[in-house]
């Protein structure tokens, strides 16, 4: 089976920019989509496909990939970001079979 | 207003079965397939199990596959999760997630349940 590999924590400044990484073999195939959670609450979903944001998703949130790694940029960071995040995609052993990547715990400092 | 509901979960001993549900309500829900995903606590998410609109593919982690069973009865709006011959690694938050039209996310969640498997 496929993995997907994020660096447990990133922090980044009131209002700077930062970007979420996820490493993969998967990702040279598929899209990653990208979750938010908070403490205690259900993931969100935030970017999926090439650069798609659901309904209600702020627009300082953004994806892009390249090569076997997606990234997930949040430019102008707000203290209501500070999450984990997670990155997910298809699994290269089946089309019906999906892998997270190990989370990102963001700090907005 | 777009929902899932999850239930079903408790606490078990080890070798047990339990049987998990999620109602969801406001789509269509045979129009979509549908993923089982859990959470272990304080750790990350791991993907379980997913099955096609029609039941016509189903897939499922290998940390599961053999034990875990997954349904749905678009009659009923419901997906299930038989789970037998639980073990203690199987103690986590589980949610249902509703996928979208293509590429693969996972657009809308439930809260979860939690399932403990404890002698």
């Known amino acids: 089976s496929s993995e997907l590999t994020q660096d447990p924590a990133v922090s980044v400044a009131l209002g700077q920019t930062v970007r979420i990484t996820c490493q993969g073999d998967?990702?040279?195939?598929?899209?990653a989509s990208w979750y938010q959670q908070k403490p205690g609450q259900a993931p969100v979903l935030v970017i999926y496909?090439?650069?798609n944001r659901p309904s209600g998703i702020p627009d300082r949130f953004s994806g892009s990939s390249s090569g076997n790694t997606a990234s997930l940029t949040i430019t102008g960071a707000q203290a209501e970001d500070e999450a984990d995040y997670y990155c997910?995609?298809?699994?290269?052993?089946?089309?019906?079979?999906?892998?997270f990547g190990g989370g990102t715990k963001l700090t907005v400092l | 207003e777009v929902q899932l509901v999850e239930s079903g979960g408790g606490l078990v001993q080890p070798g047990r079965s339990l049987r998990l549900s999620c109602a969801a309500s406001?789509?269509?829900?045979?129009?979509?397939?549908m993923h089982w995903v859990r959470q272990a606590p304080g750790k990350g998410l791991e993907w379980v199990s997913s099955?096609?609109?029609?039941?016509?593919?189903?897939g499922y982690a290998d940390s599961v596959k053999g034990r875990f069973t997954i349904s749905r009865d678009n009659a009923k709006n419901s997906l299930y999760l038989q789970m037998n011959s639980l073990r203690a690694e199987d103690t986590a938050l589980y949610f249902c997630?509703?996928?979208?039209?293509?590429?693969?996310?996972?657009?809308?969640w439930g809260q979860g349940t939690m399932v403990t498997v404890s002698s």
């Open positions: 997630a509703k996928a979208t039209a293509n590429l693969g996310a996972f657009d809308i």
């Open positions: 406001g789509f269509t829900f045979d129009d979509y397939a």
């Open positions: 099955i096609t609109w029609n039941s016509g593919s189903i």
């Open positions: 998967s990702l040279r195939s598929y899209y």
């Open positions: 496909g090439k650069n």
């Open positions: 997910n995609s298809r699994d290269n052993s089946g089309n019906h079979l999906r892998v």
